[in-house]
T-cell receptor
Framework: EQQVQQSPASLVLQEAENAELQCSFSIFTNQVQWFYQRPGGRLVSLLYNPSGTKQSGRLTSTTVIKERRSSLHISSSQITDSGTYLCAMEPNYNVLYFGSGTKLTVEP | EAAVTQSPRSKVAVTGGKVTLSCHQTNNHDYMYWYRQDTGHGLRLIHYSYVADSTEKGDIPDGYKASRPSQENFSLILELASLSQTAVYFC????????????FGHGTKLSVL
């Protein structure tokens, strides 16, 4: 069973538009992280957000633990934002479960 | 920024052969992980370790062994490589403290023929 569901699977935006990515969990967790991956590249941690709202530049993550969901908002998208965004949750301290990701394409 | 280095970056192996993927981290992180990523899918945990000379099974350990001979090094071993093990493998390490961030290596693209 997929414990982490992400939506949409893919998203195409025009430059400067905003993006909203969703993540939901089948079990409760108190640790949520969002990662970014370029095609063929390594994963980079974007935001660690166990609860509430956290912002880093144009990225804002909102996690509602009791509803088992988290979202990532990207404002004023840029072409360089293109890539795959993965959500991960951690029901136990030492194991992270990842979703399949949202592939974002930002066009000029 | 924590550094996690994987080697090789890519490898072609024959079915039934032995493959060893290596991972080296600086910054003295306690936890190290091996994940597998298949095209169009997320990452799945194979093995992890929280201390040298000890390893733990993840979600998909079958067909894989792991070795953590030191704090810095963590290897993934495929004793008898199979076609189904063709994938990209990522090593990661974790810092402690308030930020539980995970730092990844560049990945190793393994093709088993």
């Amino acid at each position: 069973e997929q414990q982490v569901q992400q939506s949409p699977a893919s998203l195409v935006l025009q430059e400067a538009e905003n993006a909203e990515l969703q993540c939901s969990f089948s079990i409760f967790t108190n640790q949520v992280q969002w990662f970014y991956q370029r095609p063929g590249g390594r994963l980079v941690s974007l935001l660690y957000n166990p609860s509430g709202t956290k912002q880093s530049g144009r990225l804002t993550s909102t996690t509602v633990i009791k509803e088992r969901r988290s979202s990532l908002h990207i404002s004023s998208s840029q072409i360089t934002d293109s890539g795959t965004y993965l959500c991960a949750m951690e029901p136990n301290y030492n194991v992270l479960y990842f979703g399949s990701g949202t592939k974002l394409t930002v066009e000029p | 920024e924590a550094a996690v280095t994987q080697s090789p970056r890519s490898k072609v192996a024959v079915t039934g052969g032995k493959v060893t993927l290596s991972c080296h981290q600086t910054n003295n992180h306690d936890y190290m992980y091996w994940y597998r990523q298949d095209t169009g899918h997320g990452l799945r945990l194979i093995h992890y370790s929280y201390v040298a000379d000890s390893t733990e099974k993840g979600d998909i350990p079958d067909g894989y062994k792991a070795s953590r001979p030191s704090q810095e090094n963590f290897s993934l071993i495929l004793e008898l490589a199979s076609l189904s093990q063709t994938a990209v493998y990522f090593c990661a390490s974790r810092t402690g403290g308030d930020s539980e961030r995970l730092f990844f290596g560049h990945g190793t693209k393994l093709s088993v023929l």
